[in-house]
Each structure stands twice: as structure tokens, then as C-alpha cells.
């Protein structure tokens, strides 16, 4: 795989993506009965040589760092794209990481005699050929081709078009470790065009791809969701709600609510909307006001919220509605439980919501009724993520129902079949 290959190489791109989808299908067959162990001897090649060949990583981030500041990338945008020697180290420790959690293809769960004397029970296996729309960050090619390979998937990555050189640099290292491990090369491909057809093509081909997943930005995902003829495992927002309730611990209260919001501001699990239990406000929205301000948070309030703290600017019914991913944090004081669910029901996203009580009653009834992909009792929002959940790493937290919801880690990544095993037995 070249690492200079460039757009103008590529004229028909509609063919190019077939011939993408149709090696990423034939070597979908093979990995998807690898042995663990040859995943395993791949994912840890390619550990060392990110960590080895970090120069030639590096100079291939240098030539998108020069052209992204040629064409006037923002600061944020630009840290993003940068590879460090600190993160090419991180990068090749996320893939160790990977390499050292349990393979989940073939596990056979739930099997059981029945009547009839066969049994049945599941087997788990991978969903086949993903393809993963991404922007900016490099080590999204290391990640993503590491968590797809594990759990027996082929793959093929379309990265942002300012991270070209560097995903294919990095993809080149992929496919020198899967042939030194005696796995087929064009199991992960990253798209060598920045042509932005070839996005579209990639979401409709339903003969060659089983599943999109989009990592990026709001406008990304929602360009996915509405072009993909292939199903999606996305999410649009990350709203999250911390609920204080009546009973609430103070103390236990003000920490959850401010790390919530403040620990990092600009992730999908991070704290949008406070809401606090009326006979708790006066005593609580203080103390919180306070820590917020310490942190340079802008508070936007209900009507009784700022009766108790008059500096706050009023919420409008689009801030209960936004996904600010800044110094932003709208409050809102509510009856009881019953009216934050009902809050969380109509302006959720369906991420993560969190009640801060004491009594067990209601957080039950919590946790029972408000549908969200993480639901919460005394925790921060922040602790929604693949790796503090145990999965090691996720390609993504998803908000749909259906195929997978929440963090989505290996087992996100494979499917089920029913498998049955009976001794000549026939159905009369």
C-alpha cells in the first residue's frame, strides 16, 4: 500500500471502491476463521512496528501537518491530527491492549437440551466487512483496524482527507504485520482517495459491506445516516442528564454533578443539563454555582433556578436541546423524579443519564425507566466509555437499539447464529 498514492491516481473512483469492497470480502472469509492466536501475533507486530518505525509514522503526519496549515486548519484541529512520539507510544499500547482481551468469536453461550433432545444454543461470530468513516485523528486506523481485526472482521477505513498520508503510513504497518502473521493483508484497507465520492460509494454497497460506523462530527453522522443502504451503528448527540434528587448525599452530590461537567468538556459523555430536585435547590445550587465558576463553566438556568443564583443567563428551550461540548451547562429545577424523567424523555439524546439519591426506590425506578444507552446511580456521565466498562477499548458508543447500544467493543463487533447439535435426530 503506497504512501504517496494522492487522488489524481485514482480516475474511476466507483471501480476503485468495488475493487476496495470485493478484496475486503474475500479476506473477510479468511479472517473470520483466523485462530486467535494469529490475530494475536498480528495485533502485537504491529505494536512494534508503530513503535519501531515511529520516523517513518512521523514523516508521513510532517507532509499533513505542512498541508494542513497551508490550508489554514485551526489550532484544534491540527493537535488532533499531530502524532507525537508520546501518542505513536499510546497508539501502539491501545493495540497491545487489544491483542490481550479475550477473543469473543466462537463462544458458544445458552446451550440447552430441548424435548426433542437437540441442543441449542449461540455461537457468536463477526459481522463480516465494516467500513468506518472517521475525521482528523490518526490513531483511529491503529484502533479501529485493531478492535475489527480481533473480533474476525475485515474492514475498510475512510479517513479524513487532512490525515491521508499518515492513515496510509499507518495501514501500510497493518498490512506488513498481518502477512508476517500469515493473515491476508487487504483484511483492513484505508481508502487511498481523498475524493469525497468515495464516501457515498462506500455506503452503497450493500454486496460488499455489512455495517458503517461513522467517528466524527455531527454533520458526519448525520450525512451517513441519511446516504448509507447498509445499517449504521452511530450516534448524533451525547445530552446527558444528572439528575439530584430529594434524597441525594450534598457532598457525594456536588462532586458527581462537577466532574460531570468539568473533568473534560469536549466529549459525548460529558454532563449538558443539570437537573435538581426543588426542596434540594436552595440548599445545593450555591455551593455547585460556585465550583462551576471555579471552572469557568457558563451557567444557563431555569426561572427558579436563577431566583436562588441570579447570575446565571436564562435557559431558552434550545438549551435543553443542545449538545454544547464547551464551557456550557444549562440547569433546571424540577418537582421529584417523576418530572426529570419526563425532562430526560422529552430532550435526552439517549446517551447517558445519572441520579444522585440515596434512596434505592427510586434509583431502581430510574434506572427501570429512563431509555438510555447508560443509566446511572450515583456516578458521573464521564465513566460512560469502552475501557471503564471492561471492554478494554470501544470503536464507538452507539445510541440506536439495534445492533448494539453503548460502548461497542468487541462484542459490538461480532453478531450471533443459532448452532444446534443432535445425534441423527429428525423431525416427525
Known amino acids: 500500500m503506497s504512501d504517496t498514492l494522492t487522488a489524481v491516481e485514482i480516475e474511476d473512483v466507483a471501480q476503485y471502491m468495488r475493487d476496495v469492497g470485493g478484496r475486503a470480502r474475500a479476506a473477510a472469509r479468511r479472517i473470520a476463521v483466523a485462530e486467535p492466536g494469529a490475530k494475536n501475533a498480528a495485533l502485537l507486530e504491529l505494536a512494534e512496528r508503530i513503535v519501531s518505525q515511529r520516523e517513518r509514522i512521523i514523516a508521513a503526519n510532517q507532509r499533513d501537518m505542512t498541508a494542513g496549515r497551508a490550508a489554514g486548519l485551526d489550532a484544534a484541529l491540527l493537535d ?49 466487512v465494516i467500513g468506518i468513516i472517521y475525521e482528523s485523528r490518526p490513531n483511529v486506523t491503529a484502533d479501529a483496524a485493531a478492535l475489527c481485526l480481533k473480533a474476525g472482521n475485515a474492514v475498510i477505513l475512510r479517513g479524513g482527507s487532512e490525515a491521508i498520508h499518515s492513515n496510509q503510513a499507518i495501514a501500510a504497518l497493518i498490512g506488513e504485520s498481518l502477512e508476517a502473521a500469515g493473515l491476508p493483508a487487504t483484511a483492513v484497507q484505508v481508502v487511498e482517495t481523498t475524493d469525497r465520492t468515495a464516501v457515498r460509494h462506500l455506503l452503497t454497497m450493500p454486496e460488499f459491506v455489512d455495517v458503517i460506523v461513522p467517528r466524527g462530527g455531527k454533520g458526519l453522522v448525520a450525512f451517513v445516516a441519511e446516504h448509507a443502504r447498509v445499517p449504521v451503528i452511530k450516534h448524533l448527540d451525547g445530552i446527558c442528564h444528572v439528575y439530584i434528587d430529594a434524597a441525594a448525599d450534598a457532598d457525594k452530590a456536588v462532586a458527581v454533578a462537577v466532574n460531570a461537567k468539568t473533568q473534560r468538556l469536549g466529549t459525548c459523555n460529558t454532563l449538558e443539563t443539570l437537573l435538581i430536585a426543588r426542596s434540594r ?37 434550545e438549551d435543553w436541546a443542545t449538545e454544547y461540548l464547551d464551557a456550557i451547562l444549562s440547569i433546571r429545577v424540577v418537582d421529584d423524579v417523576d418530572a426529570a424523567m419526563d425532562h430526560i424523555a422529552r430532550y435526552s439524546s439517549g446517551h447517558t443519564e445519572s441520579i444522585l439519591t440515596e434512596d434505592l426506590g427510586t434509583a431502581r425506578r430510574f434506572i427501570r425507566e429512563v431509555d438510555s444507552s447508560s443509566v446511572m446511580v450515583n456516578a458521573s456521565t464521564r465513566f460512560a466509555d469502552g475501557f471503564e466498562y471492561g471492554l478494554g477499548a470501544e470503536i464507538g458508543i452507539s445510541t440506536d437499539k439495534i445492533h448494539a447500544r453503548g460502548p461497542v467493543g468487541l462484542e459490538g463487533l461480532t453478531s450471533q447464529k443459532y448452532v444446534v447439535y443432535g445425534d441423527g435426530h429428525c423431525r416427525y
Open 281 to 317: 435547590a436552595a440548599e445545593l445550587l450555591p455551593r455547585l454555582a460556585q465550583a462551576y465558576r471555579d471552572a469557568g463553566i457558563e451557567l444557563r438556568g431555569c426561572e427558579a433556578a436563577r431566583a436562588i443564583v441570579d447570575d446565571m443567563l436564562p435557559a431558552t428551550d
Open 80 to 128: 488532533r491530527l499531530e502524532l507525537t512520539d508520546a501518542r505513536i507510544e499510546a497508539m501502539a499500547d491501545g493495540v497491545r491492549q487489544i491483542a490481550g482481551l479475550a477473543d469473543p468469536v466462537g463462544a458458544i453461550s445458552d446451550l440447552a437440551a430441548r424435548p426433542s433432545g437437540i441442543q441449542v444454543g449461540r455461537m457468536r461470530v463477526p459481522l463480516g
